[in-house]
């Protein structure tokens, strides 16, 4: 082999060397992106697909109070158990006409070391949905002003010790919140029969915030011949500041637990979670034609449907080697991310973001006036 061939032969190599090298620099980048880019979508889509089943069974089993509120919805600033959600209560730049009050957070924005370029605010949503979605049972006999009843029984019903409940009356036009102890044994029925045989049960009244009586005279309502539909529980979806975004809790409030240990996390690097309530605009109200009205934050009283509008904002993990468009949030106009109010187009950074969005109506709102 002469010189010239040796040279000729070391110079292949190096060029096949460095070509192989560049594949490989770019192959793993754009697997790290692609890495980012599962991993988004697939805890969007959970997040989703979860806080979706949740909030379809709003109002199941508890409907309206007095004042013609939907007791299946918390929105806006509201208090369970003492605790409050959405404490900002509007003061943000970021709440508008459309979005309504919530929790301002600090988001980061990152250069392609993973170093800090810089923070903005940006406002998201607490939201609650409150059902009872345990075992139903025919009230076989309540008599009025004693703690005593019957219930007619069934092998798949499951009621626990204080279980959270709620009375429903035969014209399904009364409802009170109760807690009750069913007896472990079938005993004889003292009003009627029952197929599957009669238990007896305790109960007593109870209290909570906001008070779910459907009208003032439901506590002196007869139940007998209606339900018990057990199971009563709020759970509510809120966002907390973690290190580089917010982690997304679900918490679960029955008769087991009443504070924030009853959940935890369920999705972290969510960078925005907004819900914007709509009311449905029927020919019967001021004759202005069907629409969906933007209802405000907490949704007013009326027995208008309801459908929430979600929107959800998810960053990737680390940071990427190329500048990522911002993401303009149509739940809050003229705010992109990066950056904030005001940064339409804005400028984006080394950070995979991508935005989700759902529309989920409750079902269970809505009915005709019965006046």
């Known amino acids: 082999m002469t010189l010239i061939e040796l040279m000729v032969g070391v110079f292949i190599a190096l060029f096949l060397t460095a070509a192989a090298v560049a594949f490989t620099v770019h192959e793993t980048r754009l697997m790290g992106v692609s890495r980012d880019t599962i991993e988004v979508s697939?805890?969007?889509?959970?997040?989703?697909?979860?806080?979706?089943?949740?909030?379809?069974?709003?109002?199941?089993?508890?409907?309206?109070?007095?004042?013609?509120?939907?007791?299946?919805?918390?929105?806006?600033?509201?208090?369970?158990?003492?605790?409050?959600?959405n404490p900002d209560n509007g003061n943000s730049a970021y709440n508008n006409p459309a979005v309504g009050s919530g929790h301002n957070l600090n988001q980061f924005s990152l250069d392609k070391d993973g170093s800090l370029r810089g923070t903005y605010p940006v406002t998201s949503h607490s939201v609650g949905s409150r059902f009872a979605d345990g075992s139903y049972a025919t009230i076989a006999d309540l008599a009025p002003g004693t703690p005593n009843g019957q219930l007619c029984f069934s092998p798949n019903a499951n009621f626990v010790a204080n279980q959270y409940a709620v009375f429903i009356s035969e014209s399904a036009l009364d409802a009170r919140p109760v807690t009750i102890n069913v007896a472990p044994n079938d005993s004889p029925c003292t009003y009627g029969q029952c197929a599957g045989g009669c238990r007896n049960f305790t109960w007593a009244p109870l209290f909570l915030t906001p008070v779910l009586e459907s009208s003032p005279s439901a506590a002196d309502a007869g139940y007998l011949g209606g339900e018990i539909a057990g199971g009563l529980k709020t759970v509510v979806w809120y966002p907390t500041q973690d290190a580089n975004a917010a982690t997304l809790n679900r918490v679960v409030f029955d008769q087991d637990c009443g504070d924030l240990t009853c959940g935890g996390p369920v999705a972290d690097n969510i960078e925005s979670f907004t819900v914007q309530a709509w009311q449905w605009n029927s020919f019967e109200a001021g004759n202005q034609g069907e629409f969906w009205r933007f209802a405000g934050q907490p949704v007013p009283c009326n027995y208008n449907r309801i459908r929430l509008d979600v929107e959800m904002v998810v960053r990737g993990r680390r940071p990427t080697q190329r500048v990522g468009s911002p993401v303009a949030l149509r739940s809050s106009p003229n705010v992109c991310l990066p950056g904030g109010l005001g940064a339409c187009p804005g400028v984006g950074d080394y950070v995979h973001r991508e935005v989700y969005r759902t529309t989920i109506e409750i079902k269970n709102s809505g009915r005709m006036r019965l006046e």
């Open 42 to 85: 697939q805890t969007a889509r959970a997040t989703l697909d979860l806080l979706s089943e949740d909030l379809r069974k709003a109002g199941t089993g508890v409907g309206y109070n007095a004042v013609q509120c939907f007791n299946g919805l918390l929105t806006g600033q509201f208090n369970v158990n003492g605790i409050v959600f």
